[in-house]
């Protein structure tokens, strides 16, 4: 049986990272002369998103210590809507078409490489994240329970996406401060107690054999079929699926057919 671990995560830890991110975006608007009203963040649970969110340019993985781990997404064209966001358009000023501007592209630049490294050390605890790739966010990431939270970033029509994994919200959760309901693990399950009264239906083969159509078209009622196996002889306990559970034998039981266990395949 295939298991995995099941987080409940409150709203109280989405709403953690939903502050830590607000901070740490208002802190780089401050500093690149941005109003903070001009910035949206948004926080939930990643299975409540169903799948990963379409657009950008793809995801950048972060890897961090024990088994934390963070994916950004930007948008294919980050450097125009930054440059949008920072340079206002005035229309009491156009440059000479021979001559386009140079410094509000780098700026626009430089911008969005900071909002990257703010975003990674808010969400890192101030340390950098040592390993980066391109592999996208795994499928389990945006299932029930998963503990994982998706992040939304946006100023006009540039948006920034941000997912923890289950590991990285730990992190945070632990540095700000006591939160007893933020994550809850479920407890084990006594998978025996849980499962006694769940009905499961058996298949029984008692034998099988070849019959020419002919023969069985012309069987009628009182006709005999001989078969290979003899009654004394071990039978196969199976599920719907095929699969062997135990031997058995095949005898009565208060006037009922019935089988007798014997043993595992």
């Not at 159509?213 to 039978?235: E, H, Q, T």
């Amino acid at each position: 049986m295939a298991v995995r671990p099941f987080t409940l995560l409150a709203g109280s830890a989405v709403a953690g990272v939903r502050q830590l991110v607000s901070d740490a975006a208002g802190l780089w608007a401050d500093g690149w002369g941005l109003a903070r009203t001009q910035l949206a963040v948004d926080a939930l649970r990643a299975a409540d998103a169903g799948a990963a969110p379409a657009g950008g340019i793809g995801w950048r993985h972060h890897v961090g210590e024990d088994g934390r781990a963070l994916w950004l997404n930007w948008p294919a064209d980050l450097g125009a809507e930054m440059q949008r966001a920072l340079f206002a358009p005035d229309g009491a000023y156009a440059p000479p078409a021979a001559q386009p501007p140079q410094l509000a592209p780098q700026l626009a630049a430089d911008a969005g490489d900071a909002l990257r490294v703010a975003l990674l050390v808010a969400m890192a605890g101030g340390t950098a994240w040592p390993q980066a790739d391109d592999t996208p966010p795994p499928p389990v990431c945006y299932a029930r329970g998963s503990g994982a939270v998706l992040v939304s970033l946006a100023s006009g029509k540039l948006r920034v996406r941000c997912l923890l994994n289950e590991a990285a919200i730990q992190a945070i959760m632990r540095r700000l401060g006591p939160q007893p309901s933020a994550l809850a693990k479920l407890p084990a399950l006594h998978l025996h107690r849980v499962l006694a009264a769940t009905p499961v239906t058996l298949t029984v083969q008692v034998c099988a054999m070849d019959l020419p159509l002919g023969s069985l078209l012309s069987a009628g009622a009182g006709d005999v079929i001989r078969l290979d196996a003899s009654a004394d002889a071990a039978i196969s306990v199976t599920t719907g699926a095929g699969a062997v559970l135990f031997s058995a034998y095949l005898g009565q039981s208060e006037g009922s057919v019935a089988i007798e266990a014997a043993r595992r395949p």
